[in-house]
């Protein structure tokens, strides 16, 4: 999924401040699945504004709303007859929402409530791992099922690097070295001898570097 | 056609079977090249060649192809350095043909360190290609005239062709494997990483000359002499992929006060000495991190002068 | 701040251990202040960080948690539940710059009466030193 994470409540207070009717929209996708952005966390985010309108004296009005999905055009129409009520809308999905509510409706100010993180899952209750760096074209069945592309720190395809010490990441004690991991999978594995094999530099052309990306399915398309 | 690859210095040394003997050079942070000029005219006679290393550790220095001509012009050879951390296949590409029209012959294919360790941590990095990428890139220029889109090279550079290894980091046992693949991607030599556990040294030659890899290129023993007991503590606990045994930070702090330093150039010495007769090790790579002005002492102590004339 | 300001405290009691206490004060005659109101619930865990948030969003200026010992919860981790949405509370009213004091958690033995009406008075007190959530 999607990873997010709210932003600062003070970032928030001080897209809105100029505002008086703000709508917080939620989405039931990724940012649901990760606490962040579902209807319970639009509740949350809705009283903290309004606290915060009390504590300074000011009256706002702050209603939240949750959309089945940001990232669908189909959903983002349902709010087509209440967008004008409000003059600020917070979305609180990955950076898509935000977006497609600003391509649909363009006279609204839209903020971003979130801060977009990575792709990857939980990990542990309430811990979240990043595991894809979308490149376009995966090779994680060359490396153990692990990708070093989003989890090396420097996205080495021959890793480790000399800095890799005790498992951990020269960058961090907090971050695991997957080359380390992957070396010992694969040490598991009995294939220890692919990894000797010299990867060649890959092609960033189905990556985020080969300009934006689009996809096109004939079969689908209408 | 000439018999070397490149011609170097340090080539025909390590080719006319020489125990070759390497140094370092840090760019300084700014544009003082006379305090460059100094520091690379205490190396000057007492090494083959001189590393110049490219934003050593993620801070921003002149950079090492400029530092490099600095050398030449003071008829220093320069092991030009490069990372791949600050620069995309076009960069490096192009940097390659650069300092090879300038007069520079050798190169260090490295990651480079994350920028989080430097003094410009927000940045964005590159990693385009990793190390072992980086020496195919060079070789194949160099060997197939090639360009890695495959497009000819109008007169290719001719670089003799450097890499890295750490026989202390972790995994351990990979390491060995690592260095092979970085001989089988092109490397013809080996700085390894600073030495200061000689048994886990020992230990890693014997198996790289077990595979044979000691005839397929040559490997540089990595020696830092150590300053100061508080240098050894760093070096022990905060830099990755170092392994500085106890007994060493003892012996270093018997020496007792105002001869630590003596004694880190005494170990020093001793490895040096070691490394000469190990087998498999072509030479020493020095990396007297700003003490440039004991090398002459360092040197002349380990009898490594006079430096073969090739 | 002036000497006559009453706060308004929301207190949410767990009704096993709290509320027995509640009962036991009852008998022992002693009384809550009345301006906390509370409110119960079965178990301190099933109170949603939005629960917490709600009563100052609606005016109180103090809200507490009156719950079990840590290892007497009769569901075992709904107080330590409790306490960690009590502190990401704090950390919100903090970003607020409104006093993360205004907010707090504790632990009451069932029979209890007399730390029943202890908290209450102590929440009282901490809130009316601080006076009404409103910059001035
Ligand atoms: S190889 Fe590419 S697509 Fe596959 S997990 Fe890694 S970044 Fe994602
Ligand atoms: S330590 Fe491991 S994860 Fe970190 S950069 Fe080096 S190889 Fe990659």
Known sequence: MIVAEQKPIKEILEMVKDYNKIL??????????????????????????????????????????????????????EIKDMIDDYDAVV??????????????????????????????????????????????????????????????????????????????CEISKDVDCIWDIIVRRMTELGRLEELLEFVPPKSWITARDGGPRRLIREELVL | ?????????????????????????????????????????????????????????????MSSWAASLVLLQEGLEPNFQMVCRDRNRLAIQSDILGVYAHGIRNMLCLSGDHQRFGNHPEAKNVFDIDSMQLIYTVKTMRDEGTFLNGQDIDVPPKLFIGAASNPFAEPFEFRV??????????????????????????????????????????ILAGVTPMKSVGMARYMAKQVPGMDVPASLIKRLQGAGKGKVAGEGIKFAIEQIEEFKEMEGVAGVHLMAIEWEHRVPEISELAGMLPRPKV | MSDNFKPKIVAFYCS???????????????????????????????????????????????????????????????????????????????????EPERINIYNLSAGKGQAFVDVALEMNDIVRKLGPVLSE
Request: proline content about 3%; charged content about 25%.
């Open chain 1, 91 to 168: 979305s609180i999905a990955c950076g898509v929402g935000p977006q497609f509510l600003s391509e649909r409706y363009p006279s609204a100010r839209v903020f971003p409530g979130v801060d977009t993180k990575f792709m990857g899952g939980a990990v542990e209750h309430g811990i979240w791992s990043e595991r894809c760096a979308g490149c376009g074209t995966c090779v994680v069945h060359h490396f153990g099922g692990l990708c070093p592309i989003a989890r090396c720190s420097k996205s080495l395809l021959n890793g480790p690097c000399g800095g890799s010490s005790n498992g951990k």
């Open chain 2, 177 to 218: 494997y690592r260095l092979a693949k970085k001989i089988a991607a092109g490397a013809d030599f080996i700085q390894t990483q600073c030495i200061y556990n000689m048994d886990r040294f020992r230990e890693f030659m014997k198996r790289a000359v077990d595979m044979g890899l000691h005839e397929k290129c040559y």
């Open chain 3, 16 to 98: 096993n251990c709290a509320s027995s206490a509640a009962s036991v004060a009852e008998s022992m005659n002693k009384a809550l202040p009345d301006n906390v109101k509370i409110v119960q619930v079965p178990c301190t865990g099933r109170i949603e960080i939005l629960h917490l948030l709600k009563p100052f969003e609606e005016g109180a200026d103090g809200v507490y948690v009156a719950g079990c010992q840590e290892d007497s919860c009769q569901y075992v981790t709904g107080i330590t539940k409790a306490a960690k949405r009590v502190a990401y509370v704090k950390k919100t009213l903090e970003q607020l710059d409104i």
């Open chain 2, 1 to 61: 056609m000439s018999e070397y690859k490149s011609g170097s210095n340090l080539e025909k040394v390590l080719k006319a079977g020489h125990f070759a003997f390497t140094g370092e050079c840090g760019p300084p942070q700014g544009a003082n090249v006379e305090h460059l000029k100094e520091k690379a005219a205490h190396l000057k006679g007492c090494v083959d060649a001189v590393n110049v290393t490219d934003n050593q550790t993620a801070v921003v220095r």
């Open chain 1, 24 to 77: 917080v929209l939620g989405c039931k996708g990724c940012v649901t699945v990760c606490n962040v952005g579902g209807s319970k966390e639009a509740a949350i985010l809705a009283s903290t504004l309004k606290i915060a309108a009390r504590k300074n004296g000011k009256k706002i009005e702050v209603e939240e709303h949750t959309l089945e999905r940001q990232c669908d055009p189909e959903y983002i129409d």
